[in-house]
């Protein structure tokens, strides 16, 4: 396959193929030569880490601009436009060259958790996706959809939550016609309608306490049974099921099933809170900049980065929406960041309550991963985590974790 390569914007349009370091500048000895008065000697570093690709600007005078945002350094994803003085150049890579998840994330503990994911999609095991509301469980699922077996096959998601029971049945497994009022044809649901790819059953926490017992002999016996019909029908799906919701309070309070979470719960991915991962924001923010043709100044970014985001990734896309509609083709100053935020959230205890047992078992499971990973050594799971060891021994005993079970 090919390598990543740059497309050079200009009279001559070319493409240039990268290496693992490339200088960009005037400077004769520059690998990308670009000569003009705006561009300083050393202007610019393209390099490879690990298997992705960072832009640094090397202090030039006249910034470097990717999506329109000045930056000091970035990673670049596909179709990201880079700018230097009048010259413009788009990144272009070959997805998944390498079997890696085609998703990344400059914290650590994360990005293990995700590259662990392109083992996960080659497998027909079923996925629960935890975390709190805004993390992006729907991108994770269609991009294990996209890196399995079943890619070429279809990716059908339906929202537990948003149905009434009558209409979720009929959703799931389909109806014949006649078997209720208003069915007036045949109707196949998402069960047939991802038959050989993937089925995202989202917000399966919402599932009522019924249905959850056709669906776990549904996902036992591989087969579903029509509203209204007198016969099975075998399926062929793969199951990626998604909550916000802690299911195992539910399971206590006798609103979902334990056969069915052991069920689903073959493998479990936890996204973190974007305040956990706070070291893709930027990178996150260019993103919806680029599609959104949005730009903002460092002192925006810097104030942006204060903001607690209890809405996740969801509210930082939604905020760049806003000032794109707000604010077009105008650069977004620090001044404009607090019409941009949505202050409904932060006087809302309510959603940041409900997320915060979510956010607690991510943390432990998170902790749990590293000392396993360590045999239990404390200094190095601390240095993993990025927290002090003091911070590491309260939250041992916070979440009652034995130190002893980890050690060989």
């Excluded at 370091?21 to 030569?33: H, I, N, P, V």
Aim: net charge neutral.
């Amino acid at each position: 396959m090919q390598q990543p390569h740059l497309k050079i914007l200009s009279e001559n349009t070319r493409t240039l193929p990268l290496t693992d370091f490339m200088t960009l500048g005037k400077d004769t000895q520059c690998q990308l030569q670009l000569d003009t008065t705006e561009v300083s000697d050393r202007h610019a570093r393209i390099e490879k880490k690990e298997s992705a690709y960072l832009i640094r600007d090397l202090r030039s005078a006249g910034g470097t601009y990717v999506n329109d945002a000045r930056i000091m350094e970035a990673y670049l994803q596909d179709g990201d436009i880079i700018r230097i003085g009048h010259h413009e150049m788009i990144f272009l890579e070959q997805q998944n060259q390498d079997g890696a998840f085609p998703m990344k994330s400059r914290n650590d503990v994360w990005n293990e958790e995700l590259q662990t994911l392109a083992n996960v999609a080659k497998t027909e095991f079923p996925v629960l996706i935890l975390g709190p509301s805004g993390t992006g469980k729907d991108i994770i699922a269609q991009k294990l959809h996209e890196t399995s077996e079943r890619e070429r096959g279809p990716f059908v998601s339906v929202n537990c939550s948003a149905l009434s029971e009558t209409l979720i049945e009929s959703e799931l497994f389909g109806h014949i016609k006649g078997s209720f009022t208003g069915a007036i044809n045949d109707r196949k649901g998402a069960f047939e309608a991802a038959r050989g790819g993937t089925l995202f059953l989202d917000e399966i926490g919402d599932l009522s306490y019924s249905l959850q017992a056709k669906l776990l002999r549904a996902l036992e016996n591989n087969e579903i049974r029509p509203v209204g019909a007198d016969r099975n029908i075998k399926t062929d799906v793969r199951i990626i099921a998604a909550t916000h919701q802690n299911l195992s309070d539910k399971i206590k309070e006798g609103a979902f099933r334990s056969d069915l979470y052991f069920r689903l719960n073959v493998i479990t991915v936890s996204p973190p809170a974007l305040t956990y991962r706070m070291e893709d924001f930027e990178e996150l923010l260019y993103g919806f900049a680029r599609k959104m043709r949005v730009r903002f100044s460092f002192g925006a970014i810097a104030r942006l980065k204060k903001h607690p985001w209890p809405g996740n990734i969801r509210e930082l896309k939604n905020l760049v929406s806003r000032a794109a509609a707000l604010y077009p083709r105008e650069q977004i100053l620090e001044s404009h960041i607090e019409k941009l935020i949505d202050k409904t959230l932060l006087k809302s205890d309510e959603k940041v309550v409900n997320d915060i047992p979510v956010i607690k078992e991510i943390e432990k499971q998170m902790i749990i991963k590293r000392l396993t990973a360590n045999r239990g050594n404390q200094r190095r799971t601390a240095q993993d985590l990025g927290m002090p060891k003091s911070t590491l021994h309260d939250r041992l005993k916070y979440y009652d974790i034995d130190i002893s079970q980890f050690k060989v």
